[in-house]
């Protein structure tokens, strides 16, 4: 209150000045702490998301495969090949074979 009084006065303007700067650099410091623990527990739990999501993903993928399959003379196919190769003859008996005319 003391500078309100008499303006002139240089040694109170000075410690206004440093006050003021004091005060800004803790502000400054204590925000950034804030926004670096926000930053870190974000990233922890977006890590955590994204492992969960791949996990899921996985899942839901190993629930989807086709492990056997029967054949037209109701033989069954194991893997992953023999699965394909009975599907893909069932889709080609289905469809029929035309040429292929390339001109």
Not at 12 to 18: D, G
Not at 72 to 85: C, L, N, W
Request: hydrophobic residues 35%; positive net charge; aromatic residues 8%.
């Amino acid at each position: 209150m003391e500078i309100q009084r008499n303006p002139a006065q240089t040694d109170l303007v000075a410690k206004e000045r440093e006050a003021r700067e004091r005060y800004m650099r803790i502000l400054h410091s204590s925000l950034s702490l804030v926004k670096q623990q926000c930053k870190q527990t974000w990233l922890n739990l977006g890590d955590h998301c994204t492992k969960l999501f791949f996990a899921k993903m996985r899942q839901r993928r190993l629930q989807s495969y086709i492990y056997t399959i029967r054949n037209d003379q109701m033989r069954t196919a194991e893997g992953f090949d023999q699965v394909a190769k009975v599907i893909v003859d069932y889709y080609q008996g289905m469809l029929g074979e035309q040429p292929i005319v390339r001109e």
